[in-house]
Each structure stands twice: as structure tokens, then as C-alpha cells.
């Protein structure tokens, strides 16, 4: 069997037959395993993530100078500068994740990433600081 008999497509890779290939002489050309979506989604929080991280650390310290005074505030969800760090963190990485996949999976436009970005703010703004509270009540019982 020749590389050459399989009509190019988006999930296979073929060779031309004067480049060296890495499979065995005979056997199929390897198959790329990972899906479009996929590929996208991990693009994207390869590249927002740290760029969000970074944001929300710079951020935190700029608007938490009183955080560690003795007279400091205690944690509010639905006031963000009484938030740690840690829970600042996870509510960027949950805005970023959410805003990856809604952008993968949405088709690429300006619209598409604006509807995204409200979405994945909704998520990160609305249901986390409400978890935060519905689950601080349920442990101080």
C-alpha cells in the first residue's frame, strides 16, 4: 500500500513519498488523535490563563494594600476586596477556563468572542462568589 492511496484529509497525515516517513514501509499513516475542538480549546488557555493569573495577582495587590491590617474586613463573596488571593485565583482560572471553552465552541466572530467573554463573566462573577457563600454557610453549621 502506498501513501499515495489515501486521499488526503483534515485527520490523517500523508507523506509524499520522496520524504522520509516514521511509520513502517506498508502500514497506514498515523492517524492525528486529537480533535479541532480540542486543539482550540487548549490554544486558547494556553494563552489566557497565565495572562489572567498574572492580572488578577497585580490587581489584588493594588486593590488589597489594607488586606493584612488589623482592622481588615472579613471574606464578603459579593465584596471583592475582601477576597484572598487564592480565592481571587480560582475565580480568574474559572472566568478563563469558561471563556476557552465558550470561544473553542463557538464559531469564530467579533459577536461570538464578546457573548463569550459576558458569559464567561457571568459564570466567574455570578455563580462562584454564590457557591463561595452557599457552601461557607453549610460548613459553619
Known sequence: MSCRSFPPTP????????????????????VIAMPVFLVEFLGRIAVML???????????????????DTFAPAFSPSDMRTWSLGFALVDGMVFAV???????????????????GG????????????LAT???????K
Do not use: C
Open 98 to 116: 469558561t471563556f476557552a471553552l465558550l470561544s473553542a465552541w463557538m464559531a469564530d466572530s467579533q459577536f461570538s468572542a464578546g457573548v463569550a
Open 119 to 130: 458569559l464567561a463573566a457571568l459564570v466567574a462573577m455570578g455563580l462562584v462568589p454564590w
Open 134 to 140: 452557599r457552601y461557607a454557610k453549610l460548613s459553619n
Open 11 to 30: 485527520s490523517r497525515l500523508v507523506h509524499a513519498k520522496e520524504q522520509p516517513s516514521y511509520h513502517a514501509p506498508g502500514s497506514l499513516p498515523p
Open 50 to 68: 497565565p495572562v489572567i493569573l498574572i492580572l488578577v495577582v497585580v490587581l489584588w495587590l493594588i486593590f488589597n494594600k489594607r488586606r493584612h
